[in-house]
């Protein structure tokens, strides 16, 4: 199994899971000159977005129905926070690794970890986006990697990171040496979010279990002053996009949507008890989620987190978790 960190490598490949195009290689390092000299332009994603804020894409024939659930999940959640962006199934096009519209999203499931292209590339007609099953296939990592397609970077390669967070060098693994550099392109125009769903986690490409990734008493601030609720703040969340991440897609997207707003985030989430080839799931023995929990009530076990339950089951701490988001949001501009 692969982490969503422990990404593509090689050729093209950019921080891990991010691939970028030569002209927009160029772009970074034109940026990084400039921001050099003191003069960085204002921008809230690095790559270009998507024409009237739609998105097409297809799936690659054999990919696997995890990755396509966890993908259509993905992008329900994405309309959801910014009802602007929508996405459009072009679908395959015969004998071939293309969709039948370009330009489009390629989307499949191979063997070769979580990558995606960032923004819309004009050189392509279909450029690939993959999920990794297992590894990839859940609705968080879905959106971090649909994010990239849209025109977003990660936040922790925000050139003012080292406010927030440290980075410790000496950590990193040869593969993830390159995957913690800064981008002058990455939105500054709000907080520093590290529960962001672009955001590494503490042991991102780490060589020895340590952290490779530090935050600081500043990068707590948007959430707690309390040191003793640090911990309830691990970066970088894979549940889904944050008010925050809403905000700044909105906010990106508003130069070729017109008006682009955020919705608001709510407190709560619902929860999804995970099937199996579109059954709902059993045990050996035929027990399904509805048993577990039962158990657990009358005192017949004392956690059903403890068993298999605890993967496929809401009750049990499993389960597929949605946000919720509702209208009136956090940018209204």
Request: charged fraction near 25%; proline fraction near 4%; charge should be negative.
């Amino acid at each position: 199994m692969v982490t969503m960190e422990e990404a593509r490598e090689g050729a093209g490949a950019f921080e891990g899971d991010m691939i970028v195009s030569e002209q927009q290689r160029q772009s970074f390092l034109e940026l990084e000159h400039k921001a050099r000299r003191g003069n960085p332009p204002p921008s809230y994603g690095a790559g270009t977005p998507w024409a009237g804020a739609n998105m097409k894409y297809c799936f690659a024939p054999g990919t696997k129905q995890a990755a396509r659930e966890a993908t259509l999940s993905g992008m329900d959640q994405i309309s959801k926070a910014v009802p602007c962006i929508s996405f459009t199934d072009v679908r395959h096009q015969s004998g071939s690794q293309k969709c039948k519209q370009s330009p489009a999203v390629y989307i499949d499931s191979k063997d070769l970890g979580c990558f995606s292209y960032v923004g819309q590339v004009s050189s392509q007609d279909s450029q690939d986006l993959n999920l990794e099953v297992p590894g990839c296939d859940t609705v968080g990592v879905a959106i971090h990697e649909i994010l990239h397609a849209l025109g977003l970077v990660h936040e922790q390669s925000r050139p003012d990171r080292d406010q927030y967070i440290n980075i410790h060098t000496d950590r990193i693994s040869a593969a993830g040496k390159g995957q913690f550099v800064k981008d002058e392109k990455a939105d500054t125009a709000r907080e520093y979010d590290i529960m962001s769903v672009m955001h590494y986690s503490s042991k991102a490409f780490s060589k020895n279990d340590q952290n490779t990734i530090d935050v600081k008493d500043a990068g707590y601030a948007l959430y707690t002053d309390n040191p003793d609720d640090f911990r309830k703040y691990p970066p970088g969340n894979r549940l889904g996009m944050t008010q925050l991440d809403a905000d700044q897609l909105a906010d990106f997207y508003r130069t070729v949507a017109g008006t682009c707003t955020s919705n608001q985030l709510a407190a709560s989430s619902t929860c999804t008890d995970i099937e199996v080839n579109g059954q709902p799931w059993a045990d050996v023995n035929g027990n399904n989620c509805k048993f577990y929990s039962q158990q657990e009530a009358s005192g017949a076990i004392k956690d059903c987190s403890e068993f298999e339950s605890s993967q496929y089951c809401c009750d049990c701490g499993g389960g597929v978790r949605f946000q919720e988001w509702s209208d009136g949001g956090g940018n209204g501009n």
